[in-house]
C-alpha cells in the first residue's frame, strides 16, 4: 500500500503518517520523490483498512499494490528507476548500457588485456568472476579474492566500472568493497540471506533471473534487496530452460517488455548464457535491444579457446567491436543510445 | 548424399548418376543449380558406398550430408531458397516481408476493410483463417470455402498474397486453390499426410513449429513437403511452451539465426501467437526482425475487442501502421529493408 | 448445462426440455442413465438462461458445468465410463487392462509370435502400428493395410482385442473395419478432422495427451470425440517435454489422479514412451498401476535389437511377464486387479 | 578414477598409492569397503595417465569413471549406501522411510501434537521448517532457532529423528546441532558454499532437486557434500517444472530408477511439492514407493486449514494414516516393507 502525500504536504503529516502506519503493525517507508512524497506500507497489506491513513492532514490518495511484490511494481514507482555508477554510466534511462568481460577473471594480463579492449570497444562495465558457481566441484571456482583486485586494478587503468558476483553472504561485504555493481547469479536467484546481505550494502545489484523461474519469482526476490532499503536493482533475463540442445537455454526476450510494464526496474540481457552458441551472441544481443533491453552483459575473453570457463561463448574481441557497431544501430532505431564511452585518456 | 556435378558436366553423366543411384535402391533427385548441376540421393544414405559416385565421369564431389534432415540443410543447398509470390514479394532474400491480417475471416466487410488499411501500411500478404482449429469443439470454426472466397475477393481488391490454413488432407487442394501460400499450424507440425498432400500442391508452405517441436523435429516436418518435390517451405518461429502465466508461449528468437546456420530455408516470426499479448507484439516485431527473421505475420483486425477469435493479441489497425515504421528502421540498421509495398492503385 | 429429469419425469417431460433448448438456439442431447434421465445443453452456455428450464415439468435441477469441456467432465457424468470390449475386457472399471505389441507390425511370423506370448502372459489387447508416424520421412512408415490385415489374423488366433494408430481422417474407416479400438497419437491430439471423423466410428477411441498438452487441452481434445456422440474414449498419458536428456519425456503420473478428479473417462499409461529406456519401462508401469491408471500400453518385441522402431525402449517377452507379474501385485495392493486373461484355447 | 585393491594389499600398499596419487597432483581418498579397499583419485581425471598406478603392488585394477560425478557414481562404490540414524532407521537399504511433518513449525502445541500423531501412525523422521525460504519477502519465515528447539523437544518426547533446512551457511552448524538431517531445499541445489558446509558437518544431508535441474546436476550438487568427505546424502526428487497449472510441479517419479541406475545414493520422493494438492499426495505417495523410492518426505499439520505455509497440500492427520496403511501395501508388493515404528513408549 503506497500513501500519495500532497504537493502541500508538510514534514509534519508525512511523519504523522508514519507513526499511524508503525501502530497499525507495519512498516513505514518514506519516499521522497520530485513531484511529491509518498509513504509505502510495507508487508502483506491484503487486510489492511486505507480509509484511517486517506483521511489524515496531507494525504492525497492512498493506492493498493495489487501485485504481491510491492516496492519493484510500477504501481508503487510509476517512473523509471535509473542507477547512477561513479564512472557516469546510468542504468534505467535512455541509454543502452554494455557490460562486458570474460566469464572468470584469469590472470593480471587476461584481465588488463581484455579491458583496455573492451574499453576502447565503447563498454563501460567490465565484467568478470572472481568466485564462480561452477556445476562441478572439480572445475575451476575461481581466483577469490585475488580476482577482485584484479579486477580493481582493471578498473583504476581503464574506468570502467565492475560487475562481479557475490557467492554467499559471508563474502558480500568483500565484493562490495571492491565491484560497483554485485552480481547475483542464476543459481542463487532464491538464495534469499544473499539477496538480503546483498541490499544491505547498498550498492547496485545485478540479480539474473532462476532457470526456471517465473517473472513474478524474479519481482519477489528483487523486492527482498528493496525491502532492505536499496532500490538500485537491475534485472538480467539471461535464459531459461529449454527442451532443445541447439541452444544452452531459452533466452525469453519477451520478458523484457513485461518487465518493463510491471515494473520500474531496469532489465538488461545476457545473450552469452541465454544462447551458449557464440555465433548466436550478436543477433541476440541485437533482438534484445530491439525488444527494449537496458543494456546487455556480454562474455568477451581475449582467447576464447583457452578460457578457463565458458570458452564456447564467449566472444572474441574484434566480435565485441561488431556487436557494438551492430547494436548501436538498433539502439538509435529506436530512438535510444549506447552508454557514451568514458572519456579521457585511461592510464 | 548430394553428388556434385563438374562445371562440364554433360547431360549424359547426369544421367548416368541418376541411373546408378536408382541401381543401388535409391532415389535421385536432380537439382541443376545456376553454378552447377547437383544430385541428390535421398533416403537415410548412412550405409551408401560413395566410391561408385565419385569415380563416374563428370562428379566433381559427394557430399555426405550428415543430419538426418537433407534437403532442408545448408549441406544440401548452400545458397538461401528465395520464394518469389505473383504480386512480387520474394520471401527468403534480403527483403523483410510482412504478412498481417485477422485471426479468422468474419465477413466480407472485416476481411476488405481490413485488406486496405494494411496495404496502405505495407503489407504485401495477407493472413487470414478460413478453416480454424480451435482447442474447444464449441468454439467458431471459421467460415470454411466462404472464408477462402472472400480471401480470394481480398486479393482481387488489393494485390495481397493469400496465406491461410489447411487442416486436413481432403481440403488441402481446395486451399492451394485460393492461396498463394497454404499455411500448415503448429498444432499440425507432425501431422505427416497433411505435409505431404501440402507439399505435392506446388504452392509454397508456412511451416509453424510446433509447441514443444525441437529445431530438428521442425525441419524434419519441413522435409517431408521438399520429399514430395517442393521446395518452397518458409519456416515460422510462433512460441514454445512455457512455465509462466505473464504470456501465451515463449517466443523462442534464438530459433532464428540457428535454423539460418542449419538450413537454406527462410523463416519468419509470429509475435502475435508468441506472446498471445496485444501490448507485447511491437517490441517482439522489432526484436524478431533484429535477430535475423525474413519476414513477420501479425494478427490485425479492424476491431480487436469484437474479434471472434484471438483478440486479446490482434493489433489495432493504427498500432501495425506502427509496427512497420518500427520494424522498418530496425531492418534498415541491419542492412535489409522491408519488402516493397505493391504499386498501382488497388481497385 | 446439464438438466438432470426427476424419477418419475415421463417421456413427453424429457421431449419438451429438448425442445425448449433447440428453441433457444443449442443442441439437446439426452443421456439415459440408470438412475435417472439428464438432458445434455451442448455448446458455449455461458449466457444461457437456466430459469426457463428450471420451471419445467419433470426437471429436478439444473447442473451447470463449469469447465470448457462438458460432456468429459465429471460434472456431467459422475459415474465412470467402463468401455466393453468384445473379447469381454472392460476398460475403465476395476480392472487393470494390459494392452502390449510391438511398436510396429513388421511381418506375420512377428506379430503373431508376440500375441501368443503375450496372451500367454496376460495382456487382452494387442497394440502394433500399421501407420506410423515417423519423424523423419525417410524413416520405415509401416505396412499400412496388410499391417492391418495382420493384426486381424493375430486376433483371430488370439482372441486379443487390437488396437491401432489412425493418422489421417481419409483412413480411419479402414483402422475402424479392423481395430476394436482407434488410436489417436500424442503427435495428432489436436488433430481436429482426426478426432471428428475417429468419434464418428462409434469405435473407442484411445486419446494419447500430446507432448506440451496440458490437461485441460486433453479433455478438450476428448471433447471433440464426445461431440460427435461417441463417449467410447480412454486418454493416455504418455510422456510431455522435459529438459533433462536422461529420459525420452517426462512421465507426467499425476496427471492419472488429476483426471480421475475432472472426467468420468478412463486413463491408462504408456510407460514405453513416456521413459524411451528398457530399464525404467517395470518400475513406471508399477508406479502408473499404483497411481491409478486404468490400465497400460506397453511396448513389446520378440526381438528388440531388431525391431524396426522404438526398439530401445521396447521389452522383451520375458520382461513383459515380469511386469505383468509385479504390477498384478500393485493392482492388488490397491484393491484392484489385472483384467483377466482370455479364456479358452488359442486356435 | 578408482584404484582397487587385492585383496592382500597391505598398508603399506595403500599408502603408497596415495602418495603416487598426491605426488601426481590430485587428492586421493581411501575408502576401506567390506571386502576391498579403493582410493579414490578425487579431481577432473580426464588426463591422468593411470598405467603407473595399475603397476603399484597390490593395486588389482583401475577404474575409471565415465561420469563427471565421480564418488556418488555407481562405478565408484557398487553398492547402495545405507545411512544410520541414532533412532535406529535406515535409509538406503530394503526399508521405506516415512518423514512427515508440518511445512514449519508454528508453535510448540502444534508440532508436539503432530509429532505423536506421526509416530503412531508409523514414522520415523519428523520434518519442520525453522528456517524458511519465502518466495516473498514479506510471508512468514519461519521461527528460527526456535523452531529448532521446539523440534528438539519434539524428539525428545517422541524419539522420531528430526529433518530440518539449513537456508545458508552460517547457521549450518546451528541447524546440524538440531537436526539428525540437515535439508538443503530445491531452491539451494546449487548453493555451493551451502552444500560444502553442510558436507563438512558430517551430518546426513537431505539434497532436494531443483525446479529446473538435470539428473546430472543434482548428482554433481551431491558430488560436491561427498567431495567433503561426507558420504550421507539422501537425494529427494520433489518435482520439476511444468507448463499445466493443474498441478504445482511435475513429479518425475522416473527419476528415481534413472538415480538408482547412476548412484548407488538413496533417493526419496516429496509428493506434497510433488503435486502441490493434498488430494494427489496419497496417489502420488503410492507411486513413488511402487517407483522405487527409498522414502517419502510428506507434509502433515494438526490443522491445514490454518497453517502459515503450504495448507493447500498438507495431510490431514488421518490422510497420512491412510497414506501409510496405503504405501504399506505397495512396498510389501515389491518386496520391501516400511521402516518399522519407533521402538518403546513415548515419554
Known sequence: MLVVMGHDATEAD???????????????????????????????????????????????????????YKQVSREWRPEPTVIDLENGTRIGGTDVVLMAGPCSVESEAQILTIAH???????????????????????????????????????????????????????????????????????????????????????????KRGLAATIKELLLSAEYILAEGNGSVILCERGIRGFDDHTRNVLDLTAIPVVHALSHLPIIADPSHGTGIRSKVIPMARAAVAAGADGLIVEVHPDPDHARSDGAQSLWPEQFEELVEQVAGIAAAIGRRLAPPLAGVPA
Open 14 to 68: 508525512i511523519r504523522r503518517v508514519v507513526k499511524v502506519i508503525e501502530e497499525m503493525g507495519y512498516e513505514a517507508r518514506p519516499m521522497p520523490g520530485k513531484q511529491r512524497t509518498a509513504v509505502g506500507l510495507v508487508g502483506n497489506d491484503g487486510k489492511v483498512d486505507s480509509s484511517q491513513l486517506e483521511s489524515l492532514p496531507g494525504v492525497l490518495q492512498v493506492i493498493h499494490v495489487t501485485q504481491p
Open 117 to 207: 579492449r573492451l574499453r576502447a570497444a565503447g563498454a563501460t562495465i567490465l565484467r568478470g568472476g572472481a568466485f564462480k558457481p561452477r556445476t562441478s566441484p572439480y572445475s575451476f571456482q575461481g581466483l577469490g579474492v585475488e580476482g577482485l583486485q584484479l579486477l580493481a586494478k582493471a578498473r583504476e587503468e581503464t574506468g570502467l566500472a565492475i560487475v562481479t558476483e557475490a557467492l554467499e553472504p559471508e563474502t558480500v561485504d568483500v565484493v562490495a568493497e571492491y565491484a560497483d555493481i554485485i552480481q547475483i547469479g542464476a543459481r542463487n536467484m532464491q538464495n534469499y540471506p544473499l539477496l538480503r546481505r546483498a541490499g544491505r550494502t547498498g550498492k547496485p545489484v545485478l540479480l
